[in-house]
């Protein structure tokens, strides 16, 4: 149950960090944040694959757990950084995380738990509090599982992620850095230093909504992430849905969101919302749920995701 | 290669040469010989070798000795004062919270974390607090009576004037 072994390497500035990444891209480097993720998913899986959960999962999608082929020959640590970490807010209200924030951080902050609640609330749920303790805001989005728990409401809330890699400083959004389970657009000298949120307008709120087996150290079945602001009259002005575990990265549901546009919010509406956003997904039958149950569930918790945003939108 | 760090647990500082790929669960149990911290699953799901970092509960098995460098650690041998187990522990041996003893450690030192920041916790906050630390013999129920108790404890000993202690 050791870890295999490797370099550790501890940059004291993100130009060295970058550099060191590039310089041994070839041999495999991976970048080490809280660790809760990569030192789990470079042993070899103690039980080899999953057993099924529900009488009606097909035994011949039991999915077998891979270990990584070859583990990273170097990890680049980022703990020695500084300016990694810490929550701000700019003078035009975007809010700014820091990579190596962790999620206990980021819960426990009055100004992320009033103004981007999705993220808190997708940060209560995810692993345990010693996870979340050690685990950071940059890890679970470059981890990119499709049911990671605070890149889903990242998602929702269009976060922006500025990658700095020796030579260059890129923003790109959330959505289109994620482009397959465990695989993003981020290449191998660069590093992610924060994440931006921008400002959502007055009248606006969001929810972030976890279906699972357990109330700890549990993957999602299906979560989901909802964000609405409202305008003077009361009508829906903008409005994004994303979904979790139901597809091989987050969807933002954009049929869902576009039918929200210019109603006034009812139960009825956010009921044919949900229906729309279960049309979006692609989900797949493995241990903890069946394709059609997370369909099923897909309709009944973006109806519900939305009344709670509705609600803090008010 | 090895590399040569300082660790400060329970308040002594360490010289140690350790392998990169070492977790710190490692380093205390096979060269510092604090047996106290277990290992269960070694992938950060059963919390039995919690240890303190900066009052911070983590799990050490996934944190590699070359990263809890500078930080000070605390692992269950540094709880009690000489032979005067802390109220937690009196606690957890008086409610009769301990089964075969394996989460234990994690326990007691995940609940000292929790009264450190919320001394007066209810029920839910104990459950939520100790929720990434599993018990085998699923004594949960005295466990969280525990901390409740020795919460109750710890704020009566601090409402105490000095001289009668």
């Known amino acids: 149950m050791s870890i295999p072994p490797f370099e550790v390497l501890q940059p004291e500035s993100l130009q060295e960090a970058c550099e060191l990444l590039g310089k041994h891209s070839s041999e495999g480097a991976a970048v080490l944040a809280g660790g809760t993720d990569i030192l789990v998913d470079i042993r070899r899986p103690i039980i080899p694959e999953h057993l099924p959960r529900c009488s009606g999962c097909d035994p011949k999608t039991l999915m077998p757990r891979k270990a990584v082929e070859k583990p990273p020959a170097y990890m680049v640590a980022l703990s020695r950084i500084p300016d990694l970490s810490g929550i701000s807010e700019a003078k035009n209200g975007d809010i700014s995380i820091g990579s190596m924030t962790t999620i206990t951080q980021i819960c426990e902050s009055q100004l992320v738990r009033e103004k981007l609640t999705a993220l808190a609330e997708g940060g209560d749920n995810l692993g345990s509090p010693l996870v979340r303790n050690r685990g950071t805001l940059g890890g679970n989005i470059c981890n990119a599982r499709p049911a990671a728990d605070a890149l889903v409401p990242s998602v929702a809330l269009g976060a922006q992620l500025e990658l700095q890699s020796v030579n260059e400083t890129r923003i790109v959004s959330v959505s289109d850095f994620v482009t397959g389970p465990g695989r993003t657009i981020r290449k191998a000298d660069e590093v992610l230093s924060k994440v931006i949120f921008p400002a959502l307008p007055e009248m606006s709120g969001s929810s972030c909504i976890k279906l699972a087996n357990r109330k700890a150290l549990e993957i999602s079945v299906v979560n989901v992430a909802a964000v609405l602001t409202l305008d003077k009259a009361g009508k829906i002005s903008q409005a994004k849905v994303a979904l979790g575990s139901v597809a091989p990265t987050p969807v933002l549901a954009e049929k869902a969101a576009a039918s929200l546009i210019g109603e006034k919010p009812s139960d009825d509406l956010f009921k044919e919302a949900g229906k729309t956003a279960a049309g979006e997904c692609k989900p797949i039958t493995d241990h903890r749920g069946s394709a059609l149950y997370r369909v099923d569930m897909v309709g009944i918790l973006v109806k519900n995701a939305l009344q709670k945003a509705l609600e803090r939108a008010r | ?165």
């Open chain 2, 1 to 165: 290669m090895k590399k040569l760090i300082t660790l400060s647990v329970n308040s002594l500082e360490h010289e140690l040469a350790v392998e990169a790929n070492v977790s710190l669960a490692d380093v205390l149990r096979y060269q510092l010989g604090l047996t106290g911290t277990k290992k269960g699953c070694g992938i950060g799901d059963c919390g039995a070798c919690t240890v303190l970092m900066d009052g911070v509960p983590v799990f050490s098995c996934l944190v590699l000795a070359v990263e809890a460098q500078g930080f000070d650690i605390l692992t269950i041998e540094g709880v009690a004062e000489g032979s005067e187990l802390h109220p937690v522990q009196k606690a957890f041996v008086e409610v009769g919270a301990i089964q075969c003893g394996f989460c234990t450690p994690g326990m007691v030192l995940n609940a000292l974390a929790l009264l450190d920041k919320n001394p007066d916790p209810s029920e839910a906050d104990v459950r939520l607090a100790l929720s990434g630390n599993l018990c085998r013999c699923t004594g949960y129920q005295k466990i969280v009576e525990a901390v409740l108790t020795a919460a109750k404890d710890m704020m009566k000993e601090e409402a105490q004037p000095e001289e009668a202690k």
